[in-house]
């Protein structure tokens, strides 16, 4: 690969495209919203928010020095990731506390990127986020659901127009920001019939069931700090970095 090749795909991926038109902002938002509000949307599109959920578990818990045995996606939105490691301490509750930010802070840090106009360097990062992921799914079912969504990214930053990449991208970060305020909300109303215990074994072993025992309850174990205040905090981060993301997208 020549020099002048190299600079063309720099350039193409981390320079800066100029915004889209306000109108086409709006309307991302809206289609966004319309994948996120109705429940039969919802039950299709909650996948891409468990990919992000299970995603932070798995990054968090290499960051801190556990050992990631992997991650599994379920075709119910559930997900499982397995982590190896002290049962115990900061990096045992970072990779508990994880789980329901991360799609919100994802969604906040495109918003950024968007914001400064580098759309090609969110797809492109986009892409290798997932195929990061990919090497660590354990299941048909999640391999599955990750390289659908990573060959949506690869296609559309290379075989379409700079207008329709601006409105995926937008939809994407949208959706992440909108889609991050709701699994909270939904964690609430059903935190009281989830009873099973979590499971964390003496050798640390760490297993986190979405359907099961909730990721507040585990944090109020390891942290005897309630399970509600940890669940506040879920709301406080969504919500916010929904208004923060939104005002860089829509440019106030």
């Not at 981390?14 to 509000?37: K, R």
């Amino acid at each position: 690969m020549d020099t002048d090749h190299l600079t063309d795909v720099w350039s193409r991926v981390f320079g800066i495209q100029p915004d889209p038109p306000a109108w086409l902002v709006i309307v991302t938002a809206v289609l966004a919203l319309a994948a996120v509000a109705p429940h039969p949307a919802w039950r299709l599109s909650r996948n891409a928010v468990t990919i992000a959920h299970e995603g932070g578990h798995g990054l968090l818990a290499l960051v801190t020095g556990r050992r990631l045995e992997g991650i599994r996606l379920h075709s119910d939105t559930s997900g499982l990731t397995v982590s190896r490691g002290k049962p115990t301490g900061i990096g045992m509750i970072l990779t508990a506390a994880a789980g329901y930010i991360t799609p919100s802070l994802l969604g906040l840090a495109g918003a950024a990127l968007l914001a400064a106009g580098h759309i090609t360097a969110l797809l492109w990062g986009a892409t290798v986020l997932l195929l990061a992921m990919l090497v660590m799914i354990r299941n048909a079912y999640g391999v599955l659901t990750v390289v659908l969504a990573g060959a949506a990214f690869v296609l559309v930053s290379w075989l379409t127009t700079p207008d329709v990449q601006a409105a995926f991208a937008y939809v994407v970060v949208w959706f992440l920001l909108l889609g991050g305020v709701r699994p909270p909300f939904e964690l609430q109303r059903k935190r009281r019939r989830m009873a099973r215990p979590a499971f964390v074994s003496p050798s640390g072993m760490m297993a986190e069931r979405r359907e099961g025992d909730s990721d507040p309850d585990q944090l109020a174990r390891l942290t005897h700090v309630p399970a509600v205040v940890w669940l506040g905090l879920f709301h406080v981060v969504t919500l916010c970095s929904l208004i923060g993301g939104g005002r860089w997208l829509l440019g106030i």
